[in-house]
C-alpha cells in the first residue's frame, strides 16, 4: 500500500526565513506534485514533477523530486505572511491520474 | 466554466437520510475525480471518470456511496443512509483527457462541507 508521509505536519515560519517540507513515499514514482490550499478554499496546484532530478520554482517556492529517495522537497525562500497555507504532496504512482495526498503541512508564517 | 464549482457548499443532514453532491466540471476536461477530506486527515481518492469509460469506482469506501456523470458532464456523488463518519469535505476536481499536454493538473473544486448529526 502507498504511504505518502509529510512532515512536519505544522510549522511556524518566521517572515524572512528559509524552511523546508519534506514528502516521503513509499512506492516507486516519477509523478508527483504540490498544492496548497488556503483555509475554507479549494486546492491549488504549485508544481507536477514528472522526472527524477526534476526542479521547479516559483516565487519563494522551490520543489525537487529525488525518486530514487523517494523524496520530495518544497524549499521556502524569505517566508511571508501570505505563504501561510497548507501544503500537501500527492504521489501517482501507476500513471492513471489518482492520486495518494499526503497529511497536509499547516505553515503559518509570523512577523 | 471557469473553474470546476460544486454544489452545496454545505450540508447538514440527519444520520440515515441520502444526501446528493454536484460537479460541474471546468469545460472541456474530460476527467473528474471526487475525493473526500477528513478532519485532520489527507485526501481520499472515492472514484474517477475519463470520457466515455466505466468509471474507476476503486475508492468508494461503502455500497452506500456511489456517483454518475451525465452526458460527460456534471457529476453527482450520492451517500446513502448516512452516518456520522461520512462528515467530511467531498472535492471535486477535473482535468484534460490523459495523455493531453496538462492531463496531468488537477483543478479542484472548493469542496462541499457534508456534516451527518
Known amino acids: 500500500e502507498l504511504k505518502v508521509e509529510q512532515n512536519p505536519l505544522f510549522l511556524s515560519m518566521q517572515e524572512g526565513k528559509n524552511y523546508t517540507i519534506y514528502c516521503n513515499y513509499s512506492t516507486t514514482s516519477d509523478r508527483l506534485y504540490w498544492y496548497r490550499q488556503d483555509p475554507g478554499k479549494s486546492l491549488e496546484s504549485l508544481f507536477v514533477l514528472l522526472s527524477n532530478g526534476a526542479v521547479k520554482q516559483e516565487g519563494r517556492l522551490m520543489a525537487s523530486l529525488d525518486t530514487k529517495a523517494r523524496l520530495s522537497t518544497l524549499h521556502i525562500t524569505a517566508a511571508v505572511h501570505d505563504l501561510s497555507a497548507t501544503y500537501f504532496c500527492a504521489v501517482d504512482i501507476r500513471n492513471d491520474y489518482k492520486l495518494s495526498f499526503g497529511a497536509g503541512t499547516t505553515v503559518t508564517v509570523r512577523a | 466554466g471557469a473553474g470546476v464549482s460544486q454544489s452545496p457548499s454545505n450540508k447538514v443532514t440527519e444520520k440515515g437520510k441520502d444526501v446528493e453532491l454536484r460537479c460541474d466540471p471546468i469545460s472541456g476536461h474530460t476527467a473528474l475525480y471526487w475525493y473526500r477530506q477528513s478532519l485532520g486527515q489527507g485526501l481520499e481518492f472515492l472514484i474517477y471518470?475519463?470520457?466515455?469509460?466505466?468509471?474507476?469506482k476503486s475508492g468508494l469506501p461503502s455500497d452506500r456511496f456511489s456517483a454518475e456523470r451525465t452526458g460527460g458532464s456534471v457529476s453527482t456523488l450520492t451517500i446513502q443512509r448516512t452516518q456520522q463518519e461520512d462528515s467530511a469535505v467531498y472535492l471535486c476536481?477535473?482535468?484534460?483527457?490523459?495523455?493531453?499536454?496538462?492531463?496531468?493538473?488537477?483543478?479542484f473544486g472548493a469542496g462541499s462541507r457534508l456534516t451527518v448529526l
Open positions: 476536481a477535473s482535468s484534460f483527457e490523459r495523455g493531453v499536454p496538462g492531463a496531468n493538473v488537477l483543478t
Open positions: 471518470f475519463q470520457g466515455n469509460s466505466a468509471p474507476d
